[in-house]
C-alpha cells in the first residue's frame, strides 16, 4: 500500500518536473535577424512584422532549402492532393537542393492525428527544417494564419485562400503569408461546354464537394460553359438543358460523415443524367461511369483536379480540368530563396497560347477519349473563342433565387466571381447548405 | 506474493519487449532503420517546447477518457460509447457558447457555462446508455456503439444544417467562436492550462475514488459481484447508472475542451477517437488508476512523435495507432499467459 | 517419558491463553488435545516445547520439574514439536536439514548421518530420498522428515500441532501408523487437533480445552456428542429451544402468496417468535427457496402480509427489509454472497454502514481482524474470499452479518461443510437466537432441519405444510412428506394446500 502511494508521489513529481521544464518559458530572441531562429522558439516572443511590405529573413542560400506541405488527402489521390504534390516536385525540380516534406491526410477531426490542429503539424514539418509551409486546402484556411501569424519566421502559402488579397473581403496583414489559385473557372467552362456537346438526354449532373464560395463559382462556370454550348454551338433551347448540383458535403468520401459520393454518381446516371462533372478531390463519378456503362447505359464523365485524372477510365472520360501548380509554386518559393518574398495574392489565368503548358499555364484540360472527333473540334473552337476573350461570366444574369446578379451587358468583376453568393438562375441545387 | 510479484513484471516486460520487436520488424519492412525512427519518434514527441506542449495538448483529453473508463469498468461496464458522450458534450458547449456569444456576459462566465454545458451533455449521453442497460437491458457495448453513431449523426446535422457558417455547407464544422469565448491557451499554443489542470485533477479524484472512499469500494463491489453487492445492502443499480454519469461527464468535459481549447468550433470527428483510445489506456494498464497518468502520457508522445516518421520516412499516418493496438494486444495476451502460468503453478 | 504440566497459567495482555492447566501424560500414549481455534492448545503445547515461558505452573519430566527456556533447551529435555505450518524451509538436501541442528554432540561424518537416516526412515516405512531437495517434499514428506529428525536427536516427547492438515488421506494414514509406533516405542505422543474424527481414531486419551480452561478429560470409546458440548460449551448446547426469554413476534405471514413461471405457494400464514428457527424442507425447487427469498422482499409476492417486527413490508424492496434488520445468506458463497477480487477487510467495510466519504482502512483491518478471529475465520484481512476455502467463507459470510438481526434468512447454510464447520456455524447461530434473532432455513440435509429447527415446513412441489414441531418429526415422517407421501387430501385439514395451477 505504501509502496503505491510512494510511487504515485513519485510520478506525481516528475510529472511536475516535466511540465515545469517544458513550460514555454520567454527567452530572448538573441539570432541576428539573417539566420531564421529554429522552430522551436516560442512564438509569442517574436514581434509580428511591422508592415506588410517587410518581408521575414531571407533564407540563407547555401543550405538547401526545405519546404512542407500539408496535404487534405493522400498525396497519391490522383485528384486535388496530387496535383499540389506534383506542384511541389515541379518546385523540387527545379531548385537545385530544394527538398519537399509532406503529411497527408491532414484535416479537421482526422482520425490520422487525434487531437492536432494542420498548425500543429505544420510546426512537425517546421522542425524537419522546413522555412515554408504550404497549407494546401480551403479546409486548413484558418489554421493557416493562425500558423502565420504565430511563426512570423516561416513562411505560409494558403492554397485557394483569399486572406493576402488586398481587394478580397478577408483581407488580413499576414507578412510572411502569400495565398494562390488558379482560374480555374475557365476549364469548369470547357468542362461544361464538353458535357453538354455529348449528353444526349440535356441532363447534366454536377458532383459538388462542401458548399462554399470556390465551389459555388466553379459549379457557375461549369453551367455557364454549358449552356453556351448548348444553346450557341447545338442551338438548341435553353430550357432543355438540366444542370443538376447535387453536395457531398466535403472535399472527399468521409465514411458516415459526408454523402458517399458513389452513391450520388450512380443517382445521376440512373435518373437520366448521362454526363456527370466532377467538383470532387476523388475520382468516383468516372469510377461509377464506367461501372454503368459497363451495365449498357450510355454515361459520360469529366474528371477534375489532376492532369492524368481521366487514366482512371479513359473511355468515359471526356476530359480534365485541372491544376498545373508548378509555374506558381515556384515563382513564390524563388522569392522565399532569394529573399524578395512579400505578402501576396495570386489568381493565376491560363496561358491562351497553350493552356497545357507545363511550365506557363496554371490551369489546364486534357481532353479524354470519350470525346467525339466531332466534339473534340467543337470544343478545340469553344476554348479558341474564350482565348479570344469570350466572357461567359457579363450580363444579364440572375441568381437562383431570380435576383439579378449582374445586369445585362455588366461583365462581373473578379471579385463578384469569387464572392459567388448563390447558384446562377437555371442551375438546380442547393446554393447553401440546408 | 514477492515471487508473484517478479512474475507478474516478467510477463509485463516480456510484452513489451515483444510488441517492440514486432514494431521494429514493420519498421524494417517499411524500409525505415528502427533505431533512427525511435529516435525520431522521440524527438517528434521532446524534441522542442512545441512538441511537448503538443504532447501534453493530447494528453489533457486522454487522461480525461481514460478517468471515465476506469470509473466504468470499476463498475464492471464496458462504456464503449464514450465517443459519444465526448461529441455530446462538444455539441453542448458549442450550443451554450452560441447562445450567450452576443450576449453582455463576461467571456469567463461564458467560458464556464460552455465547460458545464459540455459535462452535462456528456453525462445526459451516458445516461441514456445507462438507463438503456439498467432498464432496458441492452447491453452497454451495443448501447454505447448505437449512440455514438446517433451523436455522430447529431454533429453532421448540426454543421450542415442549423450551425454552418454562412454561406458554407462543409464538414470542416461551424462558424468558430469569438476569439474572446476561446479557452485561454499557452501564448501561441493551443494548450490550456486549464484543461491540463483539470485532466491532472480528475485523474488523481478517480485514483482516490476507487482507491479509498466507500464510493470507489461499493463501486467495485457491485462491478465485480452485484448480486452479493445487492445482498450487502449496496443500491447496485443506481450505483452503475452514476458510474455511467460521472463516466459521461468526464467525456463531456474532454468534448467541451476539444470545441472550446483546439478547434474553437464544432466539427464532425470531435472526438478523435479519445474514447477509444482512453479504452486502450485503461486495459493496457489493467485498471489500476495509478498508472492512466504516464501511460496516457505515453500514447500520447506516441501519437505526437510519430508524425515524425511520416514526415522523414513517409510511413502511413496509420503507424502509431497500430503500434498502440499491439501493445494492447500483447500485454493482453501476456496477461493471459500470466494467469495460465500461475494456475499451473 | 512421562510428562505431567502443573498449574500452568499463561496470559497475552488481556486473552488468557492458559488457565490453571493441570495434564498427565503417560509414557506409551497418545494424548488428544482438542478444542477450536484460539481455545489455548497451541499456546499450551509452545510452553512445553520452550517457545513460550509460562506465567505460573511447572513442567514435570519422570516426575523431576523442569525448566524449559528456549526450543532447544526442550529438545536437550526430549521434547521435539512439529508445527502445524513449519515456517522455513531451506533449499537444502534432506540429509543436509536432517543433521541440522544436531550441536555440541560428537563431531559425525555423513555417511554415518546418511545410515541413521536411512535405518530410522525404514522402521516407520518412510520412502524418503535423503539426497532430494527439501522444497521438492510435499506436506506430508517435510512432516516425515521432521519426525526423524526429532527422534534422531532424541526427543522422547513428540508434540504435533494440527498435523492433518494440508496432507492426503494416504500420508495421514502413514501419519497415524508412525504415532502408533512411536507410542508402542514408550514415547509419549501429543496430538492437537481440532478434528473430531482424527482424535477419536487415533488417541488413547484426549483433553478438551475451551478458553484457555481444560474442560474435561474423555477415555475410548469416545461419544462424540460429549466431545462438542466440551469444546464448544453447555451454554449453545445445540437444539435448545426458543432460547431469547420473551415472547415476541419478529415475522408475521398472513395468506403470503409467492409465484414464478413454474410454481405457486399460495396462503401460508405463520408467526416466528424471537430466537425460533424455522426450517424449511423440500426436495430441490419444491417452492421453499421461492419462499424464503419472498420472505426477505427479494421476491414479489402475488398476495397476503409480510409484518417483520409489526411492520407491514408488503411488497417492500429488499433493501427495506435489510434496513428492518432483516438479513439472507445465498447458498451460492462465491456467486451471490461474496465478493471475489475483494479481501476480507473490504468485505466488512462494505457490509457496514458507510460513515464518512473515504475510508478509514486501519480501521477496517481492525474490525476484520477482530471478526476473523471471533470467527474463526482461516485467513488474514488482506486475503480475498475466493482464496478461502468453503467453511472459511461461510464463516467470513457469518462474521459480515450486522451486529443488529431480528430475521436470518439461510440457503444451505452448512451444505459442502465439514462437521467441525457445521458444528461451528450453527453454534453461532444459535448464539444469535439467543439474542434473538429468528432465523428461517433451507437445506436438503434432513438431519440438519431436525437437529436445528424448533419448526418444520416441509414444501412439495408448491404445496406446503403448516410449521410442525420438529420435536414431532422423526426423519422418516419427514422423508416421507418431502417424497409427496402421507399429505392430506382434503384442504384444511392438517396441512394448509396450495393449489397449482387453479385459484385458491
Not at chain 2, 261 to 277: C, K, T, V
Not at chain 3, 4 to 19: H, P, S
Not at chain 3, 161 to 175: M, V, Y
Request: glycine share 10%.
Amino acid at each position: 500500500m505504501r509502496k503505491n502511494v510512494m510511487t504515485f508521489a513519485l510520478l506525481a513529481m516528475a510529472l511536475v518536473m516535466v511540465l515545469s521544464a517544458c513550460g514555454p518559458t520567454p527567452t530572448p530572441v538573441t539570432q541576428a535577424p539573417a539566420t531564421p531562429p529554429p522552430a522551436t522558439q516560442p512564438p509569442a516572443t517574436q514581434p509580428p512584422a511591422p508592415t506588410a511590405t517587410q518581408p521575414p529573413a531571407p533564407a540563407a542560400t547555401a543550405a538547401p532549402f526545405v519546404f512542407g506541405m500539408l496535404l487534405v488527402g493522400p498525396h497519391n489521390d490522383q485528384g486535388w492532393s496530387q496535383a499540389t504534390y506534383d506542384g511541389g516536385q515541379y518546385v523540387e525540380q527545379k531548385i537545385a537542393g530544394s527538398k519537399m516534406l509532406y503529411l497527408e491526410n491532414v484535416y479537421s477531426g482526422s482520425p490520422a492525428y487525434p487531437g492536432q490542429t494542420a498548425s500543429q503539424l505544420a510546426a512537425q514539418l517546421v522542425s524537419q527544417g522546413a522555412k515554408l509551409v504550404f497549407f494546401n486546402s480551403d479546409d486548413m484556411k484558418d489554421e493557416a494564419l493562425k500558423f502565420a501569424q504565430a511563426n512570423p519566421n516561416i513562411y505560409v502559402v494558403g492554397v485557394s485562400d483569399d486572406w493576402t488579397w488586398k481587394d478580397g473581403k478577408n483581407y488580413t496583414v499576414s507578412a510572411n503569408q502569400f495565398d494562390v489559385m488558379g482560374r480555374m473557372e475557365y476549364m469548369k467552362m470547357v468542362a461544361g461546354c464538353a458535357a453538354a456537346l455529348t449528353t444526349q438526354t440535356g441532363k447534366i449532373g454536377f458532383l459538388g464537394p462542401l458548399i462554399n464560395d470556390e465551389t459555388r463559382r466553379l459549379a457557375a462556370s461549369a453551367f455557364l460553359g454549358a449552356k453556351y454550348c448548348w444553346t450557341n454551338v447545338l442551338k438548341k433551347d435553353a430550357a432543355n438543358l438540366t444542370f443538376t448540383v447535387t453536395w457531398i458535403g466535403f472535399w472527399f468520401n468521409i465514411p458516415g460523415v459526408t454523402s458517399d459520393p458513389s452513391q450520388v454518381a450512380d443517382n445521376f446516371y440512373n435518373t437520366g443524367y448521362d454526363v456527370v462533372i466532377s467538383g470532387i478531390d476523388t475520382t468516383e463519378a468516372l469510377v461509377q461511369a464506367e461501372k454503368a456503362k459497363q451495365a449498357g447505359k450510355a454515361v459520360w464523365a469529366l474528371a477534375y483536379d489532376y492532369k492524368s485524372n481521366c487514366g482512371v477510365a479513359p473511355d468515359i472520360c471526356l476530359g480534365v480540368p485541372y491544376f498545373n501548380w508548378g509555374p506558381a509554386y515556384l515563382s513564390i518559393v524563388k522569392t522565399a530563396v532569394d529573399g524578395s518574398w512579400t505578402q501576396g495574392f495570386q489568381w493565376n489565368a491560363p496561358d491562351w497560347t497553350n493552356i497545357n503548358n507545363p511550365d506557363t499555364s496554371a490551369v489546364g484540360f486534357n481532353k479524354g477519349n470519350g470525346l467525339s472527333a466531332d466534339n473534340s473540334t467543337k470544343l478545340d473552337a469553344f476554348i479558341a473563342e474564350l482565348a479570344g476573350g469570350l466572357n461567359l461570366w457579363k450580363g444579364p444574369l440572375n441568381l437562383q433565387d431570380k435576383s439579378v446578379y449582374l445586369a445585362d451587358g455588366a461583365a462581373a468583376t473578379d471579385l463578384q466571381i469569387w464572392y459567388l453568393p448563390q447558384l446562377l438562375e437555371g442551375m438546380q441545387g442547393d446554393s447553401v447548405a440546408k | 506474493m514477492k515471487k508473484n510479484t517478479w512474475v507478474n513484471l516478467g510477463f509485463q516486460v516480456g510484452a513489451l519487449v515483444l510488441a517492440l520487436l514486432i514494431t521494429t520488424l514493420i519498421l524494417v519492412a517499411a524500409g525505415a532503420p528502427p533505431l533512427k525512427a525511435y529516435l525520431s519518434i522521440l524527438s517528434g514527441a521532446f524534441g522542442s517546447t512545441r512538441n511537448v506542449v503538443a504532447v501534453l495538448i493530447t494528453w489533457s483529453p486522454l487522461l480525461l477518457t481514460t478517468a471515465g473508463v476506469l470509473i466504468t469498468f470499476a463498475a464492471g461496464l464496458w462504456n464503449i460509447g464514450m465517443e459519444g458522450q465526448m461529441t455530446l458534450g462538444a455539441i453542448f458547449a458549442t450550443g451554450m457558447l452560441r447562445l450567450f456569444e452576443h450576449a453582455a456576459l463576461p467571456p469567463a462566465l461564458i467560458i464556464i457555462l460552455g465547460i458545464l454545458a459540455g459535462i452535462l451533455g456528456g453525462a445526459i449521453w451516458a445516461a441514456l446508455a445507462g438507463a438503456l442497460k439498467t432498464f432496458g437491458g441492452v447491453n452497454e457495448i451495443f448501447g454505447g456503439l448505437g449512440l455514438n453513431f446517433v451523436a455522430t449523426a447529431l454533429t453532421i446535422y448540426l454543421v450542415f444544417g442549423p450551425w454552418k457558417r454562412p454561406g458554407v455547407g462543409s464538414m470542416s464544422g461551424t462558424q468558430p467562436f469569438d476569439q474572446a469565448l476561446w479557452l485561454p491557451t499557452l501564448p501561441g499554443t493551443e494548450l490550456s492550462i486549464w484543461s491540463l489542470v483539470i485532466s491532472v485533477l480528475v485523474i488523481a479524484l478517480v485514483y482516490l475514488l476507487l482507491r479509498g472512499t466507500h464510493f470507489g469500494l461499493r463501486l467495485k463491489a457491485v462491478g465485480k459481484n452485484s448480486k452479493a453487492a445487492f445482498l450487502m445492502g449496496v443500491p447496485t443499480w443506481q450505483y452503475s447508472m452514476f458510474a455511467f454519469l460521472l463516466c459521461g461527464a468526464f467525456a463531456g468535459l474532454a468534448g467541451g475542451i476539444q470545441v472550446m481549447g483546439i478547434y474553437h468550433r464544432l466539427l464532425p470527428n470531435i472526438s478523435n477517437g479519445y474514447g477509444f483510445l482512453g479504452l486502450l489506456v485503461a486495459m493496457l494498464i489493467n485498471y489500476q488508476a495509478l498508472w492512466a497518468a504516464p501511460i496516457a502520457f505515453l500514447f500520447a508522445a506516441l501519437n505526437t512523435g510519430s508524425v515524425q516518421l511520416q514526415i522523414i520516412y513517409k510511413l502511413d499516418s496509420s503507424f502509431a495507432g497500430v503500434l498502440q493496438d499491439l501493445l494492447v494486444l500483447l500485454v493482453l495476451l501476456g496477461e493471459g499467459a500470466r494467469q495460465r502460468f500461475i494456475k499451473k503453478n | 517419558m512421562n510428562v505431567e504440566l502443573k498449574d500452568i497459567y499463561k496470559t497475552f495482555g488481556a486473552v488468557r491463553a492458559n488457565v490453571a492447566i493441570n495434564l498427565t501424560i503417560p509414557a506409551g500414549t497418545i494424548q488428544g488435545i482438542l478444542g477450536e481455534n484460539g481455545a489455548g492448545k497451541s499456546t499450551l503445547m509452545k510452553i512445553l516445547s520452550g517457545f513460550f515461558r509460562a506465567d505460573k505452573g511447572q513442567i514435570l519430566l519422570e516426575g523431576q520439574p523442569v525448566i524449559i527456556q528456549s526450543p532447544a533447551d526442550a529438545i536437550k529435555h526430549g521434547i521435539g514439536m512439529l508445527h502445524q505450518d513449519p515456517l522455513d524451509f531451506p533449499p537444502m538436501r534432506v540429509i543436509d536439514d536432517f543433521i541440522l541442528g544436531r550441536k555440541g554432540n560428537l563431531p559425525m561424518g555423513q555417511a554415518e548421518a546418511v545410515q541413521d537416516f536411512k535405518k530410522l526412515a525404514e522402521q516407520f516405512s518412510f520412502s524418503l530420498d535423503p539426497e532430494t531437495y527439501v522444497d521438492s517434499l510435499t506436506v506430508g514428506e517435510r512432516q516425515q522428515l521432521e519426525i526423524l529428525r526429532l527422534i534422531w536427536l532424541g526427543a522422547r516427547v513428540l508434540i504435533f500441532d494440527e498435523p492433518t492438515t494440508g496432507i492426503s488421506a494416504a500420508q495421514k494414514e502413514k501419519l497415524f501408523a508412525a504415532l502408533r509406533l512411536l507410542a508402542s516405542q514408550g514415547k509419549a505422543v501429543l496430538f492437537v487437533s481440532h478434528k473430531l474424527e482424527d482424535v477419536e481414531g487415533l488417541c488413547s486419551s484426549v483433553a478438551v480445552l475451551r478458553q484457555g480452561v481444560l474442560v474435561g478429560e474423555a477415555k475410548p470409546p469416545y461419544v462424540t456428542k460429549q466431545l462438542v458440548e466440551m469444546m464448544f460449551g453447555k451454554a449453545i448446547s445445540v437444539g435448545a429451544r426458543n432460547p431469547c426469554g420473551v415472547e415476541k413476534e419478529i415475522v408475521s405471514l398472513s395468506k403470503l402468496s409467492v409465484e414464478d413461471y413454474r410454481l405457486k405457494v399460495r396462503d401460508v400464514s405463520l408467526t416466528v417468535h424471537c430466537g425460533e428457527v424455522i426450517g424449511l424442507a423440500g426436495m430441490e425447487g419444491s417452492g421453499q427457496g421461492l419462499f424464503l427469498r419472498a420472505v426477505g422482499g427479494m421476491t414479489r409476492t402475488v398476495g397476503g402480509k409480510i409484518l417483520i417486527d409489526g411492520r407491514d413490508l408488503t411488497g417492500r424492496s429488499y433493501q427495506t427489509f435489510k434496513a428492518h434488520d432483516v438479513a439472507f445468506l445465498p447458498a451460492a458463497r462465491l456467486e451471490e454472497g461474496l465478493v471475489p477480487g475483494l479481501n476480507l477487510t473490504e468485505h466488512f467495510i462494505l457490509a457496514e454502514e458507510p460513515k464518512g466519504f473515504f475510508i478509514n482502512w486501519e480501521k477496517g483491518r481492525l474490525l476484520a481482524q477482530r471478526r476473523i478471529s471471533e470467527f474463526n475465520v482461516r485467513g488474514t484481512p488482506a486475503n480475498t474470499v475466493e482464496s478461502l476455502s468453503g467453511g472459511n467463507q461461510q464463516r467470513a459470510l457469518l462474521a459480515l452479518l450486522r451486529e443488529q438481526l431480528d430475521l436470518l434468512l439461510l440457503e444451505h447454510p452448512t451444505r459442502g461443510l465439514d462437521i467441525e464447520s457445521t458444528i461451528y456455524i450453527w453454534s453461532k447461530l444459535k448464539l444469535r437466537c439467543k439474542q434473538g434473532m429468528s432465523i428461517f432455513f433451507v437445506s436438503s440435509d434432513l438431519e440438519e432441519i431436525l437437529q436445528y429447527s424448533d419448526r418444520v415446513m416441509v414444501f412439495f412441489s408448491g404445496k406446503v405444510t403448516p410449521p410442525i414441531e420438529a420435536a414431532t418429526l422423526t426423519t422418516e415422517k419427514l422423508g416421507e412428506l418431502i417424497g409427496g407421501k402421507g399429505w392430506p387430501t382434503k384442504p384444511g385439514e392438517q396441512v394448509s394446500e396450495s393449489t397449482s395451477g387453479k385459484g385458491a
